[in-house]
C-alpha cells in the first residue's frame, strides 16, 4: 500500500470525561487519557492501552459458541484456533461501549496490535504534540533522524553507526523535521515468531500474514503471496463490506436525528402541558380557596345565627324564672308569714299572677341544634368556570314530615316485587335534597311475624329513598318506615298480598265467529250462541255482551287479570289465536 492511502472508514469515539476525539482520539487513550502505549485493537474496533486492559477486572463466561465466535478477539495474527466446544472463557468490558470482550488465550497481550494507533502516536510525538521519541536501537537518547531503508528512529551515536556499517552505509537518512508532513511513519511490522523479519508476505490458506522463514517451515505447502499482489483482492472485499456498511450508518444517524427531533418537540410539548396544567391548578386552587372562604363565612354566620337564638332564648328563661321565683318566694311567705286576714286582702293580686305565670308558654328543649355537616361530595356550582364540591347542611329530618309514595304502598303480589318512595323532609316541610339518614324498614307478616320479608333500601342521594321488597305468599303484610328510630307519615301500614297476577289464556276479541275466521266449534266464556250450530258469540246474537272481552274469562278489561278457573263455565276449547 501506498505511504499516503487513506484508511477505509474512520472510528469516531468518545473520551470517558466527554471530550470528542479528533486527532486525540487516534492517539489517546480513552482510560488513562494519555499517549498509546502498546495499543490493542478489541473486536469493538476500540483501542486501548495494554497496561490499561490488564487493570480492568475480568470475568468467567461460558463460550457456548465454539472457538470461532464472531465476538471473541482474534489475537494476534498468529493465535492458536480454539476448539469448537464448550469452555470456560475469560471476559472483559470495553471500557467505551461496555461490550463483552473474549480474550484470547494469550490474555490481553494476544490481542491484535493496533499499528495505525503506534503510527499515530508517533506522529504526534514528531510534532512536538506528545513525548519525545527515543533511539529505536539504545531506547535511550532522543532521536534525531529516521533511516527510510530500515524504517528506524535512530538518535545521533546509532545514526553514525548505522553509517560505519557495510550493510547500512548507502541507507537513506532523513531528519525528523523533514517527516513532519508524512502520514505514516510507523515501524516495520516483524514476524512475532522470527522477530529478525518483517511481514511482507500473506498465506490464503490460514488468512494471515507471514513472514520468509514462516513460508518455508509451518507454511511450507500453503498458497502464499506478497502483501502488496494480494492486498487488492481483500482490499476490495473490504470496500464492498464496507459499501454494504455504510448506508447502515447514514440511517442511524437519519434515525437519531429523527429521534432528538421528537424528543425536542416532546420537550415543548411538555412545556406546553405543564404550563397548562400549573394554569389550570392555580385557577383551580384559587376558585378552591375562594369557595373555602365562602364555606367558611357561611359557617360563622351559622354559628351567629344560631348563638342569637339561643341567647335570646335563654333570655326569656331567664326572666321567666325569676318571674316564677319572686312569685313563689312571695307567695311562700304570704302563706308561711301573713295573718288570715293579710292572705285574703292579697289574695286577688297573688291569684292573677300564679295563674299568668302558669299559662306562660315556653319550650323545655333548646330552640335550635347543632346539627351542622359538611358534605365534601355534593356539587356546589361554579367558581370561576371550575365545577366545584363541597356545602354546608343544616337541615336535620323530622320524621313527622316524612311521606311515603308509590303505587304499591297497600298492594302487592306473591312472588313480585313491590315498591314505594320515602320522601324526607326537615321540621320546615322541605325536601332534605342529601341522603345518608338511617332508615329502618320492616315487612312482617300478619300471621307469621316470625318470618319477616327482607326489604330493600336505596339511597337515591337525594332526600329520597327507594324501599322494594319481594313477598313469597300472599295474605296481609304490615310494613312499618322509621327514620331515627321514629315512625314516618302512614306507618305503620297494611299491604293486602295477591297471589300471582295470572294472564288471560283466550284472545280479546269482539265475538268468535270473527276471530276464528267462523269456525262452530269456538266457544267463548260470555255464554253467546249463534243460530246454525254455532257454540261461540257473534253479533247482536244471543247473550253477546256488546263490546270485545276475553273469550278465556269474559272480563271486558283488556288488561285486566284472568279469574277462569277451569270449569264448565269456561269451555277448555277456548279461542287462543287469531288466524285470518
Known amino acids: 500500500m501506498s505511504e499516503n492511502r487513506k484508511p477505509l472508514l474512520g472510528i469516531v469515539s468518545k473520551l470517558p470525561n466527554g471530550t470528542a476525539l479528533g486527532n486525540s482520539g487516534k492517539t489517546h487513550c480513552p482510560l488513562c487519557l494519555g499517549l498509546f502505549k502498546a495499543p490493542r485493537l ?156 518483517e511481514l511482507r508476505l500473506f498465506c490464503e490458506f490460514c488468512d494471515r500474514p507471514v513472514c520468509r522463514d514462516c513460508v518455508v517451515g509451518e507454511h511450507r505447502e500453503h498458497p502464499c503471496d506478497f502483501t502488496s499482489n494480494v492486498i487488492h483482492k481483500h482490499g476490495d472485499s473490504v470496500r464492498e463490506l464496507l459499501k454494504g456498511t455504510q448506508p447502515h450508518v447514514e440511517a442511524l444517524e437519519e434515525a437519531l436525528a429523527q429521534i432528538n427531533i421528537m424528543n425536542s418537540a416532546l420537550q415543548k410539548r411538555v412545556e406546553a402541558v405543564a404550563a397548562d396544567v400549573q394554569t389550570f391548578s392555580e385557577g383551580y386552587i384559587k376558585a378552591i380557596e375562594e369557595h373555602r372562604d365562602k364555606l367558611l363565612k357561611q359557617l360563622e354566620d351559622i354559628r351567629i345565627q344560631k348563638e342569637n337564638s339561643l341567647q335570646l332564648q335563654k333570655a326569656q328563661l331567664e326572666q321567666l324564672l325569676a318571674d316564677m321565683r319572686t312569685g313563689v318566694e312571695f307567695t311562700e311567705h304570704l302563706l308561711t308569714s301573713g295573718s288570715d286576714l293579710e292572705i285574703l286582702i292579697t289574695k286577688g293580686v297573688v291569684v292573677e299572677r300564679l295563674r299568668k305565670l302558669n299559662k306562660v308558654q315556653y319550650s323545655a328543649r333548646p330552640g335550635v341544634n347543632d346539627k351542622i355537616r359538611f358534605c365534601p361530595q355534593e356539587k356546589a356550582g361554579q367558581c370561576h368556570g371550575y365545577e366545584i364540591y363541597g356545602t354546608i347542611n343544616t337541615k336535620e329530618v323530622d320524621p313527622a314530615k316524612c311521606v311515603l309514595q308509590g303505587e304499591d304502598l297497600h298492594r302487592a303480589r306473591e312472588k313480585q316485587t313491590a315498591s314505594f318512595t320515602l320522601l324526607c323532609k326537615d321540621a320546615a316541610g322541605e325536601i332534605m335534597g342529601r341522603g345518608g339518614d338511617n332508615i329502618q324498614v320492616a315487612v312482617l307478616p300478619k300471621d307469621k311475624k316470625d318470618s319477616p320479608v327482607r326489604p330493600m333500601v336505596q339511597d337515591n342521594k337525594d332526600g329520597t329513598y327507594y324501599i322494594s321488597y319481594t313477598p313469597k305468599e300472599p295474605g296481609v303484610y304490615t310494613v312499618w318506615v322509621c327514620v331515627k328510630e321514629q315512625h314516618v307519615q302512614g306507618s305503620p301500614f297494611t299491604v293486602t298480598v295477591r297471589r300471582k297476577h295470572r294472564p288471560h289464556p283466550g284472545v280479546f276479541h269482539c265475538c268468535t265467529f270473527c276471530s276464528s275466521g267462523g269456525q262452530k266449534t269456538a266457544r267463548c266464556a260470555c255464554g253467546g250462541t249463534m243460530p246454525g250450530g254455532y257454540l261461540g258469540c257473534g253479533h247482536g246474537h244471543k247473550g253477546h255482551p256488546g263490546r270485545p272481552h276475553w273469550s278465556c274469562c269474559g272480563k271486558f278489561n283488556e288488561k285486566s287479570e284472568c279469574t277462569w278457573t277451569g270449569g264448565q263455565s269456561a269451555p277448555r276449547s277456548l279461542l287462543r289465536t287469531v288466524a285470518l
Open 42 to 197: 478489541l473486536p469493538c474496533l476500540h483501542t486501548v492501552c495494554t497496561t490499561c486492559l490488564e487493570q480492568l477486572e475480568p470475568f468467567s463466561v461460558v463460550d457456548i459458541r465454539g472457538g470461532d465466535s464472531d465476538t471473541s478477539s482474534e489475537g494476534s495474527i498468529f493465535q492458536e484456533l480454539k476448539p469448537r466446544s464448550l469452555q470456560s472463557q475469560i471476559g472483559i468490558l470495553c471500557p467505551v461501549c461496555d461490550a463483552q470482550v473474549d480474550l484470547p488465550m494469550g490474555g490481553v497481550k494476544a490481542l491484535t496490535i493496533d499499528h495505525l494507533a503506534v503510527n499515530d502516536v508517533m506522529l504526534e510525538s514528531l510534532r512536538g504534540e506528545g513525548q519525545g521519541l527515543v533511539c529505536d536501537l539504545c531506547n535511550d537518547r532522543e532521536v534525531e533522524k529516521r533511516c527510510q531503508t530500515c524504517k528506524a528512529n535512530l538518535c545521533h551515536f546509532c545514526c553514525q553507526a548505522h553509517r560505519r556499517q557495510k550493510k547500512t552505509t548507502y541507507h537513506t537518512m532523513v531528519d525528523l523535521k523533514d517527516l513532519k508532513g508524512y502520514s505514516r511513519i510507523g515501524k516495520p511490522i516483524l514476524c512475532p515468531i522470527h522477530p529478525a523479519e
